[in-house]
């Protein structure tokens, strides 16, 4: 049976315990509104976009999510066109990406094991399901993202919740939007979590953990530190972006093996900004890397 929060209903959460944010009571799947606009990214007058509403996952995707798609695996791998923003041609599943997928469930399970000491994802359920799922390919997240009935946010999407939209916050939490105060109370960064000084795995807390003080605009939790997360853009360089954007996105050249926007740093990371732009090859995967998704109403 479908879960319905918040009056959206989402046919993959039956049966998923409500055990995300800061006290362990909310469903995983939450997942809130955020009204379109035209903003600036990174910030920057020079490069304002404008992004139609859409609805984001609350939370970054947890193992507990994951391992619903990975249980229905390979039958919850996508449909060519699947996975799409309504409004970007060309913007859904390559049925080129088909060889790429991992071929079953054992061999999904160990592809998504990158670093063993730090590699949330267990084979069976176990004490890391309220965690964010990491050190996965980002076709995976594609795939994940489209049998879940969304995609992964654009660039620009990310970017415009991250920084409150028109508010152009310094940090999701600013406020007043200029504020630059942060710590390990707001989000889970430079190996901080654990408080013993090194980086260790008990420094990626659950996801939410530092909600409400950390949340931004319209409530999304861990948008800086946590995990860095994948969106839909290829990289091309630090200071190229689609201009003018009005719903945009850098697509990838077909056969081509990309680098891709990560946003929002992550747990191991001294940077924790909305405005922190990164990259990583898709077909490689690593502890800092996560995702969420996105639906347009």
Same mark, same amino acid.
């Given at each position: 049976?479908?879960?319905?929060?918040?009056?959206?209903?989402?046919?993959?959460?039956?049966?998923?315990?409500?055990?995300?944010?800061?006290?362990?009571?909310?469903?995983?799947?939450?997942?809130?509104?955020?009204?379109?606009?035209?903003?600036?990214?990174?910030?920057?007058?020079?490069?304002?976009?404008?992004?139609?509403?859409?609805?984001?996952?609350?939370?970054?995707?947890?193992?507990?999510?994951?391992?619903?798609?990975?249980?229905?695996?390979?039958?919850?791998?996508?449909?060519?066109?699947?996975? *799409?923003?309504?409004?970007?041609? +060309? &913007?859904?599943?390559?049925?080129?990406?088909?060889?790429?997928?991992? $071929? !079953?469930? %054992?061999?999904?399970?160990?592809?998504?094991?990158?670093?063993?000491?730090?590699?949330?994802?267990?084979?069976?359920?176990?004490?890391?399901?309220?965690?964010?799922?990491?050190?996965?390919?980002?076709?995976?997240?594609?795939?994940?993202?489209?049998?879940?009935?969304?995609?992964?946010?654009?660039?620009?999407?990310?970017?415009?919740?991250?920084?409150?939209?028109?508010?152009?916050?310094?940090?999701?939490?600013?406020?007043?939007?200029?504020?630059?105060?942060?710590?390990?109370?707001?989000?889970?960064?430079?190996?901080?979590?654990?408080?013993?000084?090194?980086?260790?795995? *008990?420094?990626?807390?659950?996801? +939410? &953990?530092?909600?409400?003080?950390?949340?931004?605009?319209?409530?999304? $939790? !861990?948008? %800086?530190?946590?995990?860095?997360?994948?969106?839909?853009?290829?990289?091309?360089?630090?200071?190229?972006?689609?201009?003018?954007?009005?719903?945009?996105?850098?697509?990838?050249?077909?056969?081509?093996?990309?680098?891709?926007?990560?946003?929002?740093?992550?747990?191991?990371?001294?940077?924790?900004?909305?405005?922190?732009?990164?990259?990583?090859?898709?077909?490689?995967?690593?502890?800092?890397?996560?995702?969420?998704?996105?639906?347009?109403?």
């Amino acid at each position: 049976m479908p879960v319905c929060i918040d009056g959206t209903c989402r046919p993959r959460c039956g049966g998923l315990a409500a055990t995300c944010g800061p006290t362990g009571n909310e469903n995983c799947c939450a997942a809130l509104q955020v009204p379109g606009g035209t903003f600036n990214r990174e910030n920057n007058p020079e490069l304002p976009a404008t992004v139609s509403s859409f609805e984001m996952d609350r939370f970054e995707v947890t193992v507990a999510r994951f391992r619903m798609f990975a249980d229905a695996y390979p039958e919850s791998a996508p449909m060519a066109g699947a996975g *799409a923003h309504p409004l970007i041609p +060309g &913007s859904g599943w390559n049925p080129d990406w088909d060889a790429i997928l991992p $071929a !079953d469930r %054992a061999r999904l399970s160990a592809a998504v094991r990158c670093e063993s000491e730090y590699s949330t994802w267990t084979d069976a359920p176990g004490a890391n399901e309220r965690l964010p799922m990491n050190c996965t390919l980002w076709h995976l997240a594609f795939a994940f993202c489209a049998w879940d009935g969304g995609r992964l946010p654009t660039e620009a999407e990310w970017n415009y919740a991250a920084a409150g939209g028109s508010e152009q916050r310094a940090y999701p939490w600013s406020v007043p939007p200029g504020s630059t105060t942060i710590d390990s109370t707001y989000a889970a960064y430079a190996c901080l979590g654990a408080g013993t000084g090194t980086c260790e795995f *008990a420094d990626m807390p659950p996801v +939410g &953990s530092r909600s409400p003080k950390g949340d931004g605009r319209w409530r999304h $939790a !861990d948008l %800086a530190g946590s995990m860095g997360e994948w969106t839909l853009d290829a990289f091309i360089s630090r200071d190229h972006y689609v201009n003018p954007c009005v719903n945009c996105a850098e697509l990838d050249e077909p056969g081509a093996t990309l680098n891709r926007v990560i946003r929002g740093g992550g747990w191991n990371q001294d940077r924790a900004t909305q405005f922190e732009r990164a990259y990583h090859p898709e077909n490689d995967f690593t502890r800092y890397i996560g995702f969420r998704c996105v639906r347009t109403p």
